[in-house]
Structure formats: structure tokens, C-alpha cells
């Protein structure tokens, strides 16, 4: 049987929601839609809470496990590279498999291992459970971004930029959540074990909501992978991904390092050092919440460059002045004009290649992982030999090379 997704692609499937064979309108199949788009946002933000608090944390897990200021990246390298391998084992289940079940999979997932981070009882046991939440991590991402886009190929744009505004909210609570409980007496291991509960309730309560709902995979290749196929090697991709690179390790830059540089090189204290992350994500939900209204009226590809130009002005002033007032302003306004940089070229790249989500989806989120790989380690070399200042410069030409990037190659792209 040849069925549509809900305001998605064609393929053989078992059957989009309940009812819908049996003569289903389509209010009630939008409704279904929204449904489950509202709660993959819930796990999106609950997910993202988890980025931001490794980096909150710094510091004291330097001191925990003894480690010299300058192998502090060694988290956000070990998180990252198990993201890797969530990335390549994603390509090969997002175009076959329902993706109702990758999402419930990797987020049970996500937070067991949060859980078991409360037992872990060595420096060396505490890194293995990271890696294992990289890999549960970019999996889930991988599969809620498929997911929005398979729903809502109508203004994808627009809820792209919405489930990212979701991560964003998420990200900025990471570091309240931390400094909240930590202050009040709560140990560092017990703040992931608090989270992971949360990841298991709202997973069951996910599982409710799109019970019967959840669209099916592509299941008929006939020999040839019909939802996979088309080829995405070319310029334009090249371009996003370049993109992705140098954005991702500013990004994570920004989570990695930000606290320690606000504490060890502005003298401020541990909580305002901690809510200067969340005013970058601040900033970053702003700017993704303007962009969803943006995509409207232009392109993403505009939206893009200017946002990333902008954004590298306001980093390369805050960060060069050293006061801790215009320090704040600048990454504020990094997150406020680039932090839309994630949704819109996801948007590009699915727009472009509506076929072979499982493809495109491997190449952008590879870099994704790959910047926040390679860039927090490079700060952390930096720092050691030019102190925590240089390794905020670093952060910043990343951010300018994301900006060059999009204003030489896409320039080069048609724009629609």
C-alpha cells in the first residue's frame, strides 16, 4: 500500500496514524502531527539540559579526578567522539527504521547511562559512560531532527528552528539546573542521576503520546534504497558542512571553557561564571524563535550569513575587551545573531535532499561531532600556552571561519 507521511514523503509503509485507512480526515491527522511534534520538543529540551552541564562542572571535575586546567577538554572530546559513532550508526537505521522507535531507544538510553553516572566510581568509568551518552546522544538528535522533518515537510524551516529553540531553552537551563541543586547541597554525580529520572518519565510519557501514532519507515527497497539514494556529494554541502565545523567548535567552545575563563581570568564567582553560558543561550533561543518567523519572508541562506557575520563582531569585541561586562554582552549577541546556524543548514540540507535524509543527516551531524571534537581540545592546548584568554580567541575564529564560509561558498549557491 502507497500511503504519504503526514506532511511527508511518499513510501511503502504499514500505515501513517490509526484510522487513517479507515477514512481519517485530515484535522484529525494534523492534530496527530502537532501532537507528536510537541513532544519530541519536550525531549529535545530535556536532552539538551545534558549539553551545558559538563562544562557548568568543569572545574570541579578537574579537581575530582585531579586533572590539570588544561586537560578539562578531555569531556567534551570524550562526549563527542562516542557522538561520532552515534552519527555513523544513525545512517544506517534512519532511512529503514521507524523512527517512533529509534527516538524511544536512544533517549531510554540517554538516560540510563545518566543514571549510572551516580555508581561510577573512577575517573576511567566516569569517561566510558560519557562516551556511551555521546553515542545514545547524536543518535536521539539524529533521529528527532528526521522525525520533525518527515512530519513536517510544509515550512520545515519553521519547526526546524523550533525544535532547535527547544534545545536552546534546554541548554539554558542546563546551567541553572547544576547551579541550583549543587548550591543547595546536592553532589555533582546526583545532578545526571536527577536528569536521567527525568529522561525516563518523560520517555514513557512520549511513548503514550505517539503510541499508534508514530509514522512507519520505508520498508520496500526492491533491491535499490529508494528512501536513501541521490547523491549528496557536491559544492553546496560541502559548504554546509564547512560550515557546521567551525560553528559546532565555537559552540562548544562557548559550553566548554566560558565558566572556567569567566572564573580564572575575570575573578568572577562560580554562579555568575556558570549564567554567563545561559545568557549565550539566551541569545541562542532568541535568535532561533526570529529566524522561524524569517524563514517566512526570506531564505535560510540569507539568514544565515548575516547572522553568522554579526554574531562574529559582538564574540571578537566581548572577548577582547577582558571585562566581564562587555565579556557577557558579546557572547550574548554571538548566540543572539548566529544561533539559528544549526537549524538553518539542517534545513538547507534536508530541503535539498528530501530523499536521502539518512545521507545528508551522517555528513552535517559528523561535523557537528567532529567540531566539537577537534576545537575544545585545540582550547585546551591553547590555554596552556597562551591561558584561558587564547583559547576564547580560538573560540572566536572559529566562529569567523563559519562566517567566511558562509559568505564565500554560499554566495557561489543559488539563492532562492
Not at 128 to 134: H, Q
Not at 205 to 231: F, I, L
Not at 389 to 405: I, N
Amino acid at each position: 500500500m502507497k500511503l504519504q507521511y503526514p506532511g511527508g514523503p511518499t513510501g511503502t509503509i504499514k500505515g501513517a496514524y490509526p484510522g487513517f485507512e479507515r477514512g481519517m480526515d485530515m484535522k484529525d491527522t494534523k492534530k496527530n502531527t502537532l501532537k507528536i511534534t510537541a513532544a519530541l520538543y519536550v525531549l529535545m529540551f530535556v536532552y539538551a539540559v545534558f549539553t551545558t552541564m559538563t562544562g557548568t562542572q568543569l572545574l570541579i571535575l578537574v579537581r575530582e579526578f585531579g586533572l590539570d586546567l588544561a586537560e578539562g577538554g578531555i569531556f567534551a572530546v570524550i562526549i563527542n567522539t562516542g557522538c561520532i559513532g552515534g552519527i555513523v550508526l544513525s545512517a544506517f537505521f534512519i532511512d529503514r527504521f521507524d523512527s517512533r522507535r529509534l527516538v524511544l531507544l536512544s533517549y531510554f538510553l540517554l538516560g540510563l547511562l545518566l543514571i549510572a553516572i551516580k555508581f561510577s566510581g573512577s575517573y576511567y568509568s566516569f569517561l566510558i559512560l560519557l562516551l556511551w551518552i555521546g553515542v545514545s546522544m547524536k543518535f536521539l538528535d539524529a533521529s528527532l531532527n528526521a522525525s520533525i522533518s518527515r512530519l513536517n515537510t510544509a515550512n520545515s524551516g519553521f519547526y526546524m528552528n523550533l525544535l532547535h529553540c527547544s534545545f536552546g531553552i534546554g541548554a539554558f537551563a542546563g546551567p541553572l539546573f547544576t547551579t541550583v541543586l549543587m548550591e543547595n547541597g546536592t553532589a555533582w554525580r546526583d545532578t545526571y542521576f536527577y536528569l536521567g529520572i527525568v529522561c525516563i518519565v518523560t520517555g514513557l510519557v512520549y511513548y503514550a503520546v505517539q503510541k499508534g501514532y508514530a509514522t512507519e519507515p520505508v520498508t520496500d527497497c526492491g533491491g535499490k534504497e529508494k528512501s536513501g539514494g541521490g547523491h549528496v556529494i557536491c559544492l553546496r554541502v560541502f559548504c554546509l558542512m564547512g560550515i557546521l565545523l567551525f560553528y559546532c567548535g565555537h559552540q562548544m567552545g562557548i559550553n566548554s571553557w566560558m565558566p572556567a575563563y569567566m572564573q580564572e581570568t575575570l575573578h568572577l564567582p562560580p554562579a555568575a561564571s556558570n549564567l554567563s553560558v545561559s545568557a549565550f543561550w539566551v541569545g541562542l533561543i532568541v535568535s532561533r524563535l526570529v529566524s522561524a518567523v524569517l524563514t517566512r519572508y526570506t531564505s535560510e541562506e540569507r539568514i544565515l550569513k548575516a547572522g553568522l557575520l554579526a554574531g562574529t563582531v559582538f564574540l571578537a569585541v566581548g572577548v577582547m575587551s577582558r571585562l566581564p561586562a562587555a565579556t557577557v554582552i558579546g557572547v550574548t549577541g554571538a548566540g543572539l545573531f548566529s544561533g539559528a546556524c544549526i537549524p538553518l543548514v539542517l534545513t538547507i540540507g534536508y530541503s535539498a535532499f528530501p530523499s536521502a535524509l539518512g545521507k545528508i543527516s551522517t555528513l552535517l551531524f559528523l561535523c557537528i561531532a567532529g567540531g566539537a571534537v577537534i576545537f575544545p581540545w585545540l582550547m585546551g592546548i591553547s590555554s596552556r600556552s597562551f591561558g584561558l584568554f587564547g583559547a576564547m580567541m580560538l573560540d572566536t575564529l572559529c566562529l569567523a571561519a563559519a562566517a567566511a564560509a558562509a559568505l564565500i561558498l554560499l554566495s557561489k549557491t543559488k539563492i532562492k
